[in-house]
């Protein structure tokens, strides 16, 4: 599936101010003078359908900035001091319960969630085209267990409100809730939203009302985004013959038949750099992504000029001055193998000689020229193909399955010789489980890397893993003065100072 031509919208004003003023609400704080009643807002399929584009539109604002928690703290970024400090902050692993971008983050996602339970609420019982009505809600359900499934992630014990919040005192007493109900209701979500989503939306699909399915909705959900997105959770939560044969449903002749090729039609580029091309975004190796717009107002992405370094040559950043918010590591740089293709694409030098004292390494994935801030045309990607293979090569290897697991491992890198002999980047073989799982865990960093994917790698290979990972990053980098830091607590983010100030039933996570 490919980018969004359906956020050529404006979010619909006021939509789902359904929690606005209490000040006492973990969801979010809406300035309004009143709460818009949830039982009478929608009144027809129009507003429905608006309302759906508006919980689209507000994930531009989700992963504007995702790259800090799922990026920066990891071993693939470093963010200079004197730069933005809350930034710096994740990078040093010095981030506590007061940081302004965990409390924006925290909030940011239950307000997404609080449009879906308004939408879903009242779509329920309204008379309606059925079709449409059904891929609506299947539509709605993914986005809401995309919001979960990065929360449980990023905060581990969380509330979990699954309807509307329309009191303050309900805002600011729901419960917190346990990761095993989280993962639980994800899963739900998914498999209902798996049912009624259509594989892909270049093919007609004529409802009762004249409603199609065309090219015009790239970049809604699919049924193919919620098979993968399933295949990661149950990645997750150690579920691997589950995550193996969800992720094998995407992959053609992974099941014995190659009938699965035009459903979803999904495949790896020839050549890694037009993955993240801007004339090429409606690629068949995206499964689901994020649609920024430059040229229209507050539709446009900022990667670029978060991401690129202050010395940033013009050709490719001409109008404004970057932030240099996420330099690549020489840690990251040192990863990728001797004439590995991904590299010129994923990690380049801006500065001195690569591997000398003050070489500067950044990301040509957001390359563009944006015209000013909320500008950018570059999308962030949630799920691509190659991720999909990597996972079936992990979930494989946990099951026993080593010749899937090297099967699918071995394609990825096979993209990364392009075309060169096979002793670059050569096909892995098998000698130990552990190492197996090692290497698919480098392949999803070199791979990967400035996708948001990382943090969550390593979370998921063990505490003793990213502990020494970090470990060996910070004294490479030259930051040994920051290893102390580096804890199994810092593996799951505090709940935001607000939550448990206002709701003294909340527990913190431990070392916070």
Same mark, same amino acid.
């Given at each position: 599936?490919?980018?969004?031509?359906?956020?050529?919208?404006?979010?619909?004003?006021?939509?789902?101010?359904?929690?606005?003023?209490?000040?006492?609400?973990?969801? &979010?704080?809406?300035?309004?003078?009143?709460?818009?009643?949830?039982?009478?807002?929608?009144?027809?399929?129009?507003?429905?359908?608006?309302?759906?584009?508006?919980?689209?539109?507000?994930?531009?604002?989700?992963?504007?900035?995702?790259?800090?928690?799922?990026?920066?703290?990891?071993?693939?970024?470093?963010?200079?001091?004197?730069?933005?400090?809350?930034?710096?902050?994740?990078?040093?692993?010095?981030?506590?319960?007061?940081?302004?971008?965990?409390?924006?983050?925290?909030?940011?996602?239950?307000?997404?969630?609080?449009?879906?339970?308004?939408?879903?609420?009242?779509?329920?019982?309204?008379?309606?085209?059925?079709?449409?009505?059904?891929?609506?809600?299947?539509?709605?359900?993914?986005?809401?267990?995309?919001?979960?499934?990065?929360?449980?992630?990023?905060?581990?014990?969380?509330?979990?409100?699954?309807?509307?919040?329309?009191?303050?005192?309900?805002?600011?007493?729901?419960?917190?809730?346990?990761?095993?109900?989280?993962?639980?209701?994800?899963?739900?979500?998914?498999?209902?939203?798996?049912?009624?989503?259509?594989?892909?939306?270049?093919?007609?699909?004529?409802?009762?009302?004249?409603?199609?399915?065309?090219?015009?909705?790239?970049?809604?959900?699919t049924s193919g985004a919620a098979k993968a997105l399933m295949g990661k959770v149950y990645l997750t939560r150690g579920d691997y013959?589950?995550?193996?044969?969800?992720?094998?449903?995407?992959?053609?002749?992974?099941?014995?038949?190659?009938?699965?090729?035009?459903?979803?039609?999904?495949?790896?580029?020839?050549?890694?750099?037009?993955?993240?091309?801007?004339?090429?975004?409606?690629?068949?190796?995206?499964?689901?992504?994020?649609?920024?717009?430059s040229g229209v107002y507050n539709e446009g992405s900022n990667f670029a000029y978060y991401l690129y370094p202050k010395t940033t040559?013009?050709?490719?950043?001409?109008?404004i001055t970057p932030q240099a918010l996420g330099l690549a590591t020489t840690d990251l740089f040192k990863a990728f193998e001797t004439?590995?293709?991904?590299?010129?694409?994923?990690?380049?030098?801006?500065?001195?000689?690569?591997?000398?004292?003050?070489?500067?390494?950044?990301?040509?994935?957001?390359?563009?020229?944006?015209?000013?801030?909320?500008?950018?045309? &570059?999308?962030?990607?949630?799920?691509?193909?190659?991720?999909?293979?990597?996972?079936?090569?992990?979930?494989?290897?946990?099951?026993?399955?080593?010749?899937?697991?090297?099967?699918?491992?071995?394609?990825?890198?096979?993209?990364?010789?392009?075309?060169?002999?096979?002793?670059?980047?050569?096909?892995?073989?098998?000698?130990?489980?552990?190492?197996?799982?090692?290497?698919?865990?480098?392949?999803?960093?070199?791979?990967?890397?400035?996708?948001?994917?990382?943090?969550?790698?390593?979370?998921?290979?063990?505490?003793?893993?990213?502990?020494?990972?970090?470990?060996?990053?910070?004294?490479?980098?030259?930051?040994?003065?920051?290893?102390?830091?580096?804890?199994?607590?810092?593996?799951?983010?505090?709940?935001?100072?607000?939550?448990?100030?206002?709701?003294?039933?909340?527990?913190?996570?431990?070392?916070?």
């Open positions: 599936m490919k980018t969004l031509r359906i956020f050529k919208l404006l979010i619909l004003p006021l939509l789902l101010i359904i929690i606005a003023g209490c000040k006492k609400s973990f969801i &979010t704080d809406v300035n309004s003078p009143s709460r818009i009643p949830v039982d009478t807002y929608y009144t027809n399929q129009a507003d429905f359908n608006a309302a759906v584009t508006g919980v689209y539109g507000t994930l531009r604002d989700r992963y504007d900035k995702f790259y800090i928690m799922s990026e920066v703290g990891s071993d693939n970024i470093q963010v200079p001091l004197g730069n933005a400090a809350n930034t710096v902050n994740f990078d040093r692993l010095t981030y506590n319960a007061t940081e302004s971008q965990i409390q924006t983050t925290y909030l940011g996602y239950y307000s997404t969630i609080a449009y879906c339970n308004n939408f879903l609420s009242q779509i329920d019982g309204f008379s309606m085209d059925a079709v449409l009505k059904a891929r609506w809600i299947g539509e709605v359900k993914f986005i809401r267990a995309l919001m979960y499934f990065d929360l449980v992630r990023f905060f581990d014990n969380i509330p979990m409100p699954l309807v509307p919040v329309t009191t303050d005192d309900a805002s600011y007493t729901f419960p917190q809730v346990g990761s095993a109900a989280v993962y639980d209701q994800i899963i739900l979500d998914l498999q209902a939203a798996e049912t009624v989503l259509p594989a892909n939306y270049l093919a007609s699909g004529a409802t009762a009302t004249g409603a199609v399915y065309t090219a015009n909705d790239i970049g809604r959900v013959v589950n995550a193996a044969a969800k992720l094998k449903e995407l992959i053609p002749g992974s099941n014995g038949t190659t009938a699965l090729t035009p459903l979803f039609g999904y495949s790896l580029l020839p050549v890694y750099a037009n993955v993240f091309s801007q004339t090429n975004k409606n690629n068949a190796e995206i499964i689901f992504n994020i649609q920024y717009t040559p013009v050709s490719y950043l001409n109008y004439g590995d293709s991904r590299t010129a694409t994923s990690v380049t030098n801006a500065g001195p000689t690569p591997g000398t004292t003050g070489a500067s390494y950044y990301t040509l994935k957001y390359q563009e020229q944006p015209l000013a801030i909320n500008q950018g045309n &570059t999308n962030w990607i949630i799920l691509r193909y190659s991720d999909v293979l990597l996972m079936e090569a992990e979930a494989s290897a946990n099951i026993g399955d080593n010749t899937t697991a090297l099967t699918y491992l071995n394609q990825v890198r096979a993209r990364a010789r392009n075309g060169q002999a096979a002793t670059i980047v050569p096909d892995k073989v098998f000698t130990t489980k552990a190492q197996l799982l090692t290497d698919i865990l480098h392949e999803r960093r070199v791979e990967l890397c400035y996708e948001g994917q990382r943090w969550f790698d390593l979370l998921r290979s063990g505490s003793a893993n990213f502990i020494t990972t970090l470990t060996n990053e910070f004294k490479a980098d030259g930051f040994t003065a920051y290893t102390s830091n580096i804890t199994a607590t810092k593996m799951i983010y505090p709940i935001p100072f607000r939550e448990t100030n206002l709701n003294s039933a909340y527990v913190q996570n431990p070392g916070y």
